[in-house]
């Protein structure tokens, strides 16, 4: 087997990746956690490839958070449980759905196989989550 060369064993000193930008269309609540949520991960974490889950999943969470407060606002409409009952079962099982396929889940997140135990929290780590709950 050949040998690498220097030059291919050069690591570029800027390896950072673009973040997946919302398409100009998308506006309102599921524009803001359309951003949020590409913010709270890491560069790489989503491709272009996963833009339409990534909107169905925005677009079905601000749904699911409309169709709770109205539930909450009324939850009996003439003696029956709201209309809203249905939309916020339905986008509850879509958002729970696209949350594994984009990894967005701590499920998903979790490594299927851990090779190592967690290390045991430290002395300085305990201190400050006592200190934290004061």
Request: glycine fraction near 2%; aromatic fraction near 4%.
């Amino acid at each position: 087997m050949p040998r690498k060369s220097a030059a291919a064993k050069i690591i570029p000193l800027d390896s950072r990746t673009e973040r997946l930008r919302p398409p100009a269309n998308l506006e309102g609540p599921e524009r803001e956690l359309f951003v949020a949520l590409v913010a709270a991960n890491p560069p790489g974490h989503f491709k272009e490839s996963d833009l339409p889950l990534l909107l169905q999943y925005c677009t079905a969470t601000v749904l699911n958070e409309q169709a709770a407060a109205e539930i909450r606002a009324a939850p009996i409409v003439k003696d029956r449980p709201s209309p809203w009952l249905g939309i916020y079962e339905k986008t509850g099982r879509a958002v729970i759905a696209l949350s594994m396929r984009l990894r967005l889940s701590p499920q998903s997140r979790m490594a299927n196989n851990p090779s190592r135990p967690q290390p045991p929290l430290s002395a300085y780590e305990k201190m400050s989550l006592l200190d934290a709950e004061d």
